[in-house]
Nanobody
Framework: RMQLVESGGGSVQAGGSLRLSCAAS????????MGWFRQAPGKEREGVAAISTSGENSIYADSVKGRFTISQDNAKNTAYLQMNSLKPEDTGMYYC????????????????????WGQGTQVTVSS
């Protein structure tokens, strides 16, 4: 069974940056796709960014395009989410997730495709 542990959340002012990390342990596979999701109070969990098995393809929610970058280091079994130009509306609990196996190696922001989830890390952006 795979375990995912997020870190790097915190409180920043608007315009600031944070880098989230997601360390995978237990069952890991080169056929994973990794995704980042977030959930604000009273709202549904939404996909933010995802990266394909090879790391060559990534997908982003329109709201974060040009500001967030997803990456992964397969040697360290770790995925990252670099968040720049943060806005108050980016506030929420951020979750790392793994799609195992990732059929076709194509990343998706559909949370129903992900079968392993971390506990989340809080991101708070003040204006």
């Amino acid at each position: 069974r795979m375990q995912l542990v997020e870190s790097g959340g915190g409180s920043v002012q608007a315009g600031g940056s944070l880098r989230l990390s997601c360390a995978a342990s237990g069952y890991t596979s080169s056929t994973n796709c990794m995704g980042w999701f977030r959930q604000a109070p009273g709202k549904e969990r939404e996909g933010v960014a995802a990266i394909s098995t090879s790391g060559e393809n990534s997908i982003y929610a329109d709201s974060v395009k040009g500001r967030f970058t997803i990456s992964q280091d397969n040697a360290k079994n770790t995925a990252y989410l670099q968040m720049n130009s943060l806005k108050p509306e980016d506030t929420g609990m951020y979750y790392c997730a793994a799609d195992v196996p990732c059929f076709g190696g194509i990343a998706t922001l559909d949370r129903e495709e992900y079968n392993y989830w971390g506990q989340g890390t809080q991101v708070t952006v003040s204006s």
